[in-house]
């Protein structure tokens, strides 16, 4: 069952998203021949892409922030093709954090936040 694996930044467990878009693309060079043929050249295949957001407290608004600013992350996702969890190592860009109207009077936290971001394979 997929709430088995939840996704895991750097080994933590993360809370399960808002939204969360994942795309494969593949990298690769398309040259034209003399003869007026396609000619690729496959670099890479499964390159992934997610975009991803998500409704928390300033806590975990605060511990996306900070992963915004490393360099790269080891990502943990369930993966469909194997079943099982793959690790990639991304780099988190694109990061936004917006307060919700009101949140400031909830108790024990600093506002509730709407994040959203981009995990980059590289």
């Known amino acids: 069952m997929l709430k088995d694996y939840p996704i895991r930044f750097d080994g933590e467990n993360i ?3 808002t939204s969360w878009e994942e795309e494969s693309v593949v990298v690769e060079s398309v040259n034209e ?3 007026g043929t396609d000619q690729i050249i496959v ?14 407290s300033s806590t975990w608004a605060g511990k996306f922030k900070t992963y915004s600013k490393q360099d790269s992350i080891t990502v ?3 993966d469909i093709e194997t079943h099982a ?3 990639r190592s991304m780099r988190l860009r694109s990061f ?11 108790r024990g936290t600093d506002g509730l936040w709407t994040v959203s971001f981009t995990l980059e394979e590289f």
């Open 76 to 78: 943990s996702l369930y």
């Open 15 to 17: 809370f399960t998203p």
């Open 85 to 87: 969890y793959k690790n």
């Open 33 to 35: 021949t003399e003869a």
């Open 96 to 106: 936004k954090a917006v307060p919700a109207q009101n949140s400031e009077r909830n």
């Open 43 to 56: 670099t890479r295949y499964d390159k992934l892409s997610v975009s991803a957001s998500f409704q928390c």
